[in-house]
């Protein structure tokens, strides 16, 4: 039952990240690429029609640990307090940048709610890549001073850094120069992801030079994934251990090299919706492929007092988990079917549309 | 430590409130909105659609607000209270993540629809759109209320060794004998805010006359959901409720009606007076006897327990705040009962329009059905102290074990500032939308 729940919990995140992976990717792509106003009204047209039917997947995601895994809830979210605070600011500003920069028509207010959308997309991608690079490097569990834990064996506090910026620290901070690197990771793969998206629902002036940024950004992105692979062997020596034991789940990073690979051949690619298509491989590879090799474990502990978090000592009763299948199960074909339908309905280029008004 | 219970509550308190602004108008509103889409439907007046549409724009500026703000009060119950998730996630966690999937995608998922797909989908389906928006957004309060419910009056759990609630009925929590009527009354205060909102609005149009046909179409819209609203806010839903709280929570319900000493053959009902927590008595009383026992018990001479029957650490920890949230409630009710029977009875004679007093008056009540439902949400969140989980879980072992209070104020500064910012866009917004009317052919 827990793994089930951590399988469909796996399934919201990678849902949010392709799904407002594309409206952060977007903003990035706003931020340094958009320059006449043209392009920027599409762009922010297109990741404003969908971003709260969106952000619901993160709402869902948020919702589901809390009922599925209570205590991992409780020390991720209080042990990463400033981030996260710091990424709800983010959202705030992102969502009030995309909804209210058509209300006036002066360029000055434009201009804020332009810079307050894509300055939040990027540090809220770059946050979300800190967040899995925290995940998998581990924390300081308990925060074991001198062989006793301070708190109970769950619970921990990350400063926002470490004087040393380095994962390998007895204590080390949310930020430090490899989750920076998975920070990055996330950002070049939103960026994109969104120049995809872009690509795919605008007749922007800019679509065809994104092809050959998008070509760039592969290339970093190549050298971003073989060097985190090198330096998370030095980070956590057991990253490998499950791909080992249980080949079968070498399909992710497989799914990942697959979206990566393809990405090089991007102007070539006829269909846009196929460009599409490899970069959300790329994003549910890179989530899988993080999550699968920590499994069972949520949260590592990185000193030997405490024990890891894992989907079996945070979880909640069984008879919790099993009512919760059933409406789950419910919802989660509803939530499929909504968005289906959504995305039906306002398919084709957002410039073509015609909103009725 | 007890700074750090005062920032974590002060936090929550506060980003509740601007929160709960937003969804209160909203529900009310999609309820409003999905009648005048029905009237189009059925006259094919053009007026009614016109209507609707204009009403969705503002709803729709409520409804981005009340997402920004929304999503910080789920992440808060793991930031600032993480304790009180790790024991009741396996229960409370159930109903905010059903909260997330049935009702909160719903509405939005249907909204942009609603809002940009009318001339895709034709307007039986736009009708049907708009009611999947007012569906969901009255789940979300069904859910939502559910979770508080619990936290009100526990129900379908087993507590295990170390100290976690589990869930052992699931059946339960939506038969909490304290959700329907809390969830009823809620809603139709709902309706009251925004029916108060859109006769405003059309206060203003006639009084500055302009649009003054849409004016008067809001006016007569919002007086008669006014008053069957108001109407049912305070019988049966709010009389229920307070039922409730006698049965379920008799300190919370002695300080709410100020009852100090326990009378035995009947007890009075306060409508003025000070609490005064030196003395133990109220100041400046005035007060009619043996009504509260009826009301409570429809007995004339009925016993009701005063606070000297409870142990100190049993009352709720600020009796005064109790108290006059209770009452501001109850007696801001009563005036929106009687300014809508008046608004009703001049509008039946055909008067209403041309009553400048009444429309000033009706215009200038906007803030008070917001006043009312968030003392009243305030009522029954302080009755709750000092526990989290009624009787079983005291507020101060809720809070994060590792987030010291100075990082807790520092969060409280920042959502203070930028709410600050949000409320300030939310009324030049809202400002320009009804500046320019539903006749505006802009956007």
Known sequence: MEIFWFIAIAIVLVMFFILDGYDFGAGIIHLFFAKKEKDKEVITKSAGLFWDSNEVWLVAAGGMLFMAFPTFYASVFSGFYLPLIIVLWLIIFRAIGLEFRGQF?????????????????????????????????????????????????????????????????????????????????????????????????????????????????????????????????????????????KPYLLVFPLIYFTGLLGTFFIRRIQKDSHAFLLSSLLILGGITSSLASLFPVLLPSINNVNPSLTIYNTTTSEYGLSVALVWGIIGFILLFGYMIIQKRLLKGKIDKMDYGH | MEDMIFYDRLQFAFTITFHYIFPQLTMGLSLIIVFLKWKYLRSNVEKYNNAAKFLMKIF????????????????????????????????????????????????????????????????KLHFITGFLVFLGSWASGWFILATNAWMQHPVGYEILENGKFVLNNFGALFSNPWLLPAFLHNQMASVVTSSFVVAAIGAFYVLRNKQVEYGKLFLKIGVIFGLVSSLLVAFPTGDWNAKNVAKYQPAAFAAMEGIFETEHAGAEIVLIGQPNMVEKKLDNKIAVPNILSFLTYQEWDKQII????????????????????????????????????????????????????????????????????????????????????????????????????????????????LYMLLGLLFLVLVGKTINEGPNSKTH
């Open chain 2, 306 to 417: 005063g606070m000297d029957k409870f142990k100190e650490e049993e009352l709720p920890d600020n009796v005064p705040a109790l108290y006059y949230s209770y009452h501001i409630m109850v007696g801001l009710g009563t005036i929106f009962i009687g300014v809508m029977l008046l608004a009703f009875f001049f509008l039946w004679r055909r008067k209403l329009y041309n009553l400048k007093p009444l429309l000033w008056t009706i215009m200038f009540l906007v803030p008070f059905p917001y006043i009312a439902n968030i003392t009243g949400w305030y009522t029954v969140e302080l009755g709750r102290q000092p526990y989290l989980v009624y009787g079983l879980l005291k507020t101060s072992d809720g809070i994060s074990p590792t987030v010291s209070s100075g990082n807790t104020l520092f969060t409280l500064l920042g959502f203070v500032a």
């Open chain 2, 60 to 123: 729709a500026i409520n409804f981005t607000m009340g997402v920004v703000t929304g999503i910080p009060m789920e992440f808060q119950f793991g930031t600032n209270w993480a304790k009180f998730s790790e024991l009741t996630g396996g229960i409370i966690g159930q109903t905010l993540a059903m909260e997330g999937m049935f009702s909160f995608f719903l509405e939005s998922s249907f909204l942009a629809l609603f809002i940009f797909g009318e001339k895709l989908m034709g307007q």
């Open chain 1, 105 to 245: 028509k002066y360029r000055m207010w434009k201009d804020i709610w332009d810079k307050s959308f894509g300055v939040s997309s990027l540090l809220l991608a770059l946050f979300f890549g800190i967040a899995l690079g925290n995940i998998v490097r581990g924390v300081n569990l308990g925060i074991v001073k001198t062989g006793v834990s301070a708190h109970e064996p769950h619970y921990f506090f990350l400063p926002l850094w470490d004087s040393s910026f380095s994962p390998l620290s007895q204590n080390p901070g949310i930020i430090d120069w490899f989750t920076i690197i998975i920070g990055l990771i996330s950002v070049v793969t939103l960026a994109i992801h969104g120049a995809n998206w872009i690509i795919l629902k605008t007749n922007a002036s800019i679509n065809n030079k994104l092809k050959s940024v998008i070509f760039k950004l592969n290339i970093l992105l190549t050298l971003l994934t073989i060097f985190s692979i090198v330096v998370w062997q030095i980070v956590n020596p057991n990253s490998l251990d499950n791909f080992i034991n």
